[in-house]
């Protein structure tokens, strides 16, 4: 699928090639090239546009994968790589069996736009950082520096303590500052709301300690239904928090996680597992359990920041599932109104 064009290829179930053609990226014109053939099952590569026309023709009537073209070798290991080969291998792989694609799942058109809110207010955070550590990089070379506070108060702090060589440069940017401050506070309580009427698993998730509203939020985002997992345990892999594996007869190397999946909600999950093994993380039996394996040095403790998203992500998952609050130590109580399965 390309911006302005999408190339299509319809075979038939022996593999016969119908149909090749290339259309406008359009719901209209993509239900059209498949309107002889009604009921299909259609393959789609991840891209911007693979879950808005997955979702359309879903509507349309045919059966829609989504295929993950990156665990895909016949599609980004080609040689002869064009749009062409990869419709022809994407109508072959489907016909034969989805599960050669890797399909991913296709979210609700409610879920990603609610995803997006955190997307959004992640982006403004981003951009606030880098202009914070501009500002900060631009008084170190004038031999000062600015003291130590929050990004929320970085705009009104550093107004005062700028040199008078940088005000004309760098007041401007400080206003800047403050004014996605003031985005980013918008959208938190755009979140709040959202989550408070929508979404009340996110109350239950945060629980947790380190889980905060944002990490709950995008769990359940993520996820949008734990029905979807058979076991919990599943979630760590569905993140990217498990190992690579590599293993052939008595070949079988430790290699690095993953990190498949959605790369933004490993963050999130992470950034919970470093707040609970950090100096400010109540003690809990799974700081415990992750202390006890960052024990070791440098390299166990990032093992260890990895081991504790990892079972976070387990144990929302189990905890949502359930209906179970989370406990420090002892068993969980069950949630005394009943949750809404989204």
């Not at 938190?188 to 947790?208: C, F, H, M, N």
């Not at 470093?274 to 359990?289: E, H, K, N, S």
């Not at 093992?303 to 406990?327: C, D, F």
Request: overall charge positive; aromatic content about 4%; charged content about 20%.
């Amino acid at each position: 699928m390309g911006d302005k064009y999408s190339q299509v290829c319809v075979t038939d179930g022996a593999g016969v090639v119908l149909r090749e053609l290339s259309v406008k990226t359009e719901l209209v014109a993509l239900v059209g090239a498949l309107s002889a053939w009604p009921g299909s099952r259609v393959a789609l590569e991840t891209g911007t546009h693979s879950l808005w026309v997955a979702r359309g023709l879903l509507a349309a009537g045919h059966s829609v994968v989504v295929a993950d073209s990156r665990r895909v070798a016949l599609i980004h290991g080609n040689m002869k790589k064009c749009d062409v080969v990869d419709a022809r291998t994407l109508a072959r792989l489907v016909r034969v069996d989805p599960e050669l694609l890797s399909p991913v799942h296709v979210r609700s058109e409610r879920t990603q736009g609610h995803l997006e809110l955190l997307r959004a207010r992640d982006a403004l955070v981003g951009a606030r950082t880098g202009l914070i550590n501009h500002v900060r990089g631009a008084v170190k070379s004038f031999g000062e520096r600015l003291g130590a506070c929050s990004s929320e108060v970085f705009a009104r702090k550093a107004g005062e303590q700028l040199p008078a060589a940088l005000r004309a440069a760098l007041l401007p940017v400080l206003e800047l500052i403050g004014t996605l401050t003031a985005q980013i506070k918008g959208y938190d309580g755009k979140i709040a709301t959202v989550s408070e009427e929508q979404y009340p698993a996110v109350e239950l998730l945060r629980s947790v300690p380190g889980v905060g509203p944002i990490t709950a939020l995008g769990f359940v985002l993520s996820v949008e239904s734990p029905g979807r997992f058979g076991r919990s345990r599943q979630l760590g892999a569905y993140f990217g928090l498990v190992p690579r594996r590599d293993q052939s007869g008595e070949r079988d190397p430790q290699l690095r996680i993953t990190k498949a999946g959605d790369a933004f909600m490993r963050r999130l999950l992470v950034s919970a597992a470093q707040y609970i093994l950090g100096p400010f993380g109540p003690d809990t039996a799974l700081r415990r359990w992750g202390l006890a394996k960052a024990a070791g040095g440098k390299r166990a403790k990032r093992v260890a920041v990895v081991a504790v998203a990892r079972k976070l992500a387990v144990m929302l998952h189990a905890m949502w599932s359930n209906g179970t609050l989370y406990e420090a130590d002892g068993p969980p109580k069950l949630l005394a109104t009943a949750l809404e399965v989204v």
